[in-house]
């Protein structure tokens, strides 16, 4: 086995047919472009584009099966079939020349697909490889199928598809409110209108009362400007972080408690400490059974539509049961559970 392993770069068996190089390669060169996934992803980006370079050529593909990477880069004994290759292969190095070539581009930027239009539907519009904000990823189709007949020309600007990215807020945040501020890079039209540059900028995002997990937040046009392209929007989805005391089941709030099998029979007084830093003391005088929940009306989430509004708080019991009785306690819980 060679010490690099270009299959494994590309998740492949080395039986791979060259349409699985060419997906695979599509696949995680989209993923680990500089582009989309940051400047870190830079030396994936290369291994990654490199081992297409070997696997994607069948000559340089046949010497590295047989010889390994050190046949392939210093050379093998010259024999029909493999001219060519005696002064051994280097990769130029260029992974950006390489996905260009890949996408049928010069422009590694370039759009992969224009205006399309369908019978009575208008124009259909194909979002650019990267659309979105530095670091944040567009889609776009595969070139396989009906899309590869798209016209090269273009109507006017496109517009790429908005890209979602996930915003993680705590559940005190959804309880209280709170402002989330983030930092975006984008990139911005220069004034000759046709190169870039890169901007950052600070967004401020408005968190309500009572939003739920899923809830999207829309920044119009704040992905990457370029020629010819409208910027796409950027659209952050609220997701809820775990709570260590604390679920959430729509607007209610869900609390399991420990109590003792005395308190279970006998009564006990839950004490908490809500979402906005209150301490509840709740009385249950009820006797808890393995399915009994105590429910508090307002003590939940603000609703959403009515934040001065709250779902129930629902408390759950966890009874821990002794591990030994005496024969005189026995004899105790007989006589209390005796019917007279």
């Known amino acids: 086995m060679p010490a ?17 190089i060419k997906k695979a390669y599509r696949k995680l060169a989209l993923k680990h472009h500089p582009e989309k996934a940051g400047e870190a992803s830079k030396d994936q980006f290369v291994a990654i584009s490199e081992a297409y370079d070997v696997l994607s050529d069948a000559k340089r593909r046949a010497i590295y099966d047989q010889y390994g990477l050190e046949g392939l880069k210093h050379g093998v004994p010259s024999r029909p079939g493999f001219e060519g290759y005696d002064g051994g292969y280097k990769y130029h190095g260029n992974a950006e020349e390489t996905f260009a070539n890949f996408f049928g581009g010069t422009n590694p930027y370039a759009d992969f697909f224009s205006v399309h239009a369908t ?10 490889k990267f659309g979105g904000l530095h670091g944040m990823a ?11 007949s798209v016209p090269s020309h273009r109507d006017g600007p496109i517009q790429d598809g908005p890209f979602e990215t996930d915003l993680f807020v705590t559940l005190e945040n959804l309880y209280n409110g709170a402002v989330k501020r983030v930092k975006v890079s984008h990139r911005i039209l220069n004034e000759d209108q046709v190169t870039t540059s890169e901007e950052e900028k600070m967004l401020s995002i408005d968190i309500k009362k009572g939003w739920k997990d899923g809830t999207k937040v829309v920044f119009p046009k704040e992905g990457d400007e370029g020629p010819n392209r409208i910027p796409a929007d950027l659209v952050y989805a609220i997701r809820t972080q775990a709570h260590a005391k604390f679920t959430r089941q729509g607007d209610d709030l869900h609390y399991v408690t420990e109590i003792s099998l005395l308190q279970a029979l006998t ?24 399915t009994f929940k105590k429910e508090i009306p307002g003590e939940g989430m603000p609703l959403a539509q009515s934040p001065n509004e709250r779902g129930k708080l629902v408390i759950s019991f966890r009874t821990t049961f002794p591990t030994y009785f005496s024969e005189a306690q026995r004899k105790t819980l007989k006589d209390a559970f005796v019917m007279k």
Do not use: C, M, N, Q
């Not at 019978?119 to 650019?128: E, N, R, V, Y």
């Not at 009564?267 to 393995?290: A, F, M, N, Q, W």
């Open 4 to 20: 690099i392993d270009y299959y494994a770069f590309l998740g492949l068996e080395r039986s791979a047919e060259r349409d699985e």
């Open 119 to 128: 019978s009575g539907a208008g124009p259909t519009i194909f979002g650019s």
């Open 138 to 148: 567009g889609t776009a189709p595969s070139r396989e199928g009906p899309a590869a």
């Open 267 to 290: 009564g006990s007084i839950v004490e908490l400490t809500t979402l906005d830093g209150r301490l509840l003391k709740i009385p249950v005088y009820e006797i808890v059974h393995p």
